[in-house]
Structure formats: C-alpha cells, structure tokens
Nanobody
C-alpha cells in the first residue's frame, strides 16, 4: 500500500517561503511521476505541479509559475515543493499524489496558511 507523509506546512506572512516535503514508502518511488495538489476551503482540489520519475521534466499551474519549484530525491524517496513569494491565495491544504497501476494515492495533506 502506497504511503505518503507530508510535512513543512505552517503559517507564513505574505511574501514568505515554505518548503513542503512528502516522504514516500511501500512502492517504487523512482519509477513514477509525482504531483502536488492543493485544496482551498470551498474550492475543488487543483493541480499545482508535476515532476517526471527522473526529475528531468516539470510542469506548473500558471498561478504558481516562477514562484514554486517541485523537485525530488529518489535516493531518499522524497518529493519537495519549494514555495516562494507566497500570497494569501496560496492558502490551502497541500497533498502529494501519484498514480500506480491506475490507482490514485494521496497523502494526508499539510496546511499552508498565508496571512499577515
């Protein structure tokens, strides 16, 4: 059973930075693309960023391009999301995600709150 444990969320002022981590286990992490999603109160879950299994290619939602960076360390089975220039509209629960054999897997989420 695929497992994820996210960490690194918290309260930050506008313009600040956070680095999220997602520790993966119980599957061949290095073989699969990974993504970060987020869900704000009252809104649908949205894709934030995706990275290929090798880390050689990434893609971002327009709303975070130039501010967020997705990366991974396959030796540590860990996915990261560096978030800079955070704004109140980035407030959400952030989830790591993968699809293995057509099954969707999600972490428990980590809360990010951007407020002064």
């Amino acid at each position: 059973q695929v497992q994820f444990v996210e960490s690194g969320g918290g309260l930050v002022q506008p313009g600040g930075s956070l680095r999220l981590s997602c520790a993966a286990s119980r599957f061949a992490f290095s073989r699969y693309a990974m993504s970060w999603y987020r869900q704000a109160p009252g809104k649908e879950r949205e894709l934030v960023a995706t990275i290929t299994n090798t880390g050689g290619s990434t893609d971002y939602a327009d709303s975070v391009k130039g501010r967020f960076t997705i990366s991974r360390d396959n030796a540590k089975n860990t996915l990261y999301l560096q978030m800079n220039s955070l704004q109140p509209e980035d407030t959400a629960v952030y989830y790591c995600h993968t699809t293995v054999y057509y099954q969707y897997y999600w972490g428990q989420g980590t809360q990010v709150t951007v407020s002064s």
